[in-house]
């Protein structure tokens, strides 16, 4: 697993859901690697497959191996860190996911007794790698750089929406992820608060963090270094947005 692979990598995934006379593509053979450190955007018409393969990406879910008898060929596989997700049962992928995927989502999922910091984590108790007082310590500092401090030991009922996205973006990045994902993370939010959580990924990303968001939100797509558009199933656009063109990253 050297750090000369893609961070994540997706090798010719197919999805379907349904089987028989039923079945539906949602993705045809999609190839799509994701460097270390890239800032990423997914965009295309509801139903393009975005958010099915950001699911996969992140080992939510798995590809479509074979359908009605037939194995696909190329194998679908998608990679985690250079880990080869197929080779792994569901606990050992639960487990990759904890330890190197963050996720935000439209919904932010929080849970409404608990405060702020709980919240955040989380997944850090449920990883195991910090004492109790170590990951309390460490939410309360995430919810501190994204504009919380004020807020740690609220509940999350008395927050606003804005407010419970950045608990939740706080959340995605307690265990230090290799990658936050974020699945049109701005959705549910007015004009001021999704442009305050653009804001947010832009600085993560400048720290170094790997970012993949789906958004219908052309703005914050464009705030990418590379944005990625779908259609029916496939990348149809694969463009780098910091040069107009580069070598050897055309149409994917």
Do not use: W
Not at 58 to 74: E, K, M, V
Not at 76 to 95: K, R, W
């Amino acid at each position: 697993m050297g750090h000369t692979d893609p961070l994540l990598c997706a090798r010719n995934v197919r999805r379907v859901l349904g089987s028989a006379d039923n079945a539906n593509e949602v993705l045809k053979g999609v190839n799509l690697s994701i460097e270390r450190e890239e800032y990423v955007s997914i965009v295309g018409a509801s139903g393009s497959g975005k958010s099915t393969l950001l699911y996969l990406l992140g080992g939510l879910d798995r590809p479509t191996r074979a359908i009605n008898g037939r194995t696909f060929d190329p194998p679908s596989t998608i990679f985690i860190d250079g880990q080869d997700t197929s080779t792994l049962n569901d606990a050992e992928l639960a487990l990759l996911r904890n330890e190197k995927v963050g996720f935000v989502f439209q919904f932010h999922y929080l849970l409404k007794e608990f405060t702020a910091q709980e919240n955040v984590c989380l997944p850090m108790f449920k990883l195991g790698k910090l004492s109790r007082e170590q990951a309390m310590d460490r939410g309360a500092q995430l919810l501190k750089q994204l504009g919380m401090g004020d807020k740690v030991k609220r509940r999350a009922n008395r927050l606003s929406g804005g407010e419970q996205q950045r608990v939740a973006i706080a959340r995605a990045l307690a265990n230090e992820p290799a990658a936050l994902l974020a699945d049109e993370p701005t959705g549910n939010l007015d004009k001021k608060n999704s442009e305050l959580v653009a804001d947010i990924f832009q600085e993560i990303s400048e720290r170094g963090q790997t970012i993949v968001i789906v958004t219908h939100d052309h703005a914050i797509a464009q705030r990418a270094q590379r944005m990625v558009t779908m259609e029916d199933g496939n990348v149809i656009r694969d463009e780098d947005l910091h040069s107009l063109s580069l070598p050897g990253r055309g149409p994917g």
